[in-house]
Nanobody, 115 residues
């Protein structure tokens, strides 16, 4: 069974940057599109960025121009570069297939944006 492991989160000041990484145990992201999701306290999990098998990307409006999703198929890795972070980006970030999550959720990586 494919597993995903997210890393790279942390505490950052507003305006700062972080790069999240997602490692899959199998080549799930060469079969399905990949996505980064996030869940803020008291809110539902939401899909924030998607990258298709062909490399086409899509973002929710609130992160457009600030976040960049990318993939390395050879390594079964997906990345999320986050710039100009805002307090409202604070959440646990997860990776999974997109637009529907087909693998078990990983533990996620906490991103906290605070001064």
């Amino acid at each position: 069974q494919v597993q995903v492991v997210e890393s790279g989160g942390g505490l950052v000041q507003p305006g700062g940057s972080l790069r999240l990484s997602c490692a899959a145990s199998g080549n799930i992201f060469t079969v399905y599109h990949a996505g980064w999701y996030r869940q803020a306290p008291g809110k539902q999990r939401e899909l924030v960025a998607t990258i298709t098998r062909g490399g086409k990307t899509n973002y929710i409006d609130s992160v457009k121009g600030r976040f960049t999703i990318s993939r390395d198929n050879a390594k079964n890795h997906v990345y999320l570069q986050m710039n100009s972070l805002k307090s409202e980006d604070t959440a646990v970030y997860y990776c999974n297939t997109s637009p529907s999550p087909y693998v078990d959720w990983g533990q996620g990586t906490q991103v906290t944006v605070s001064s």
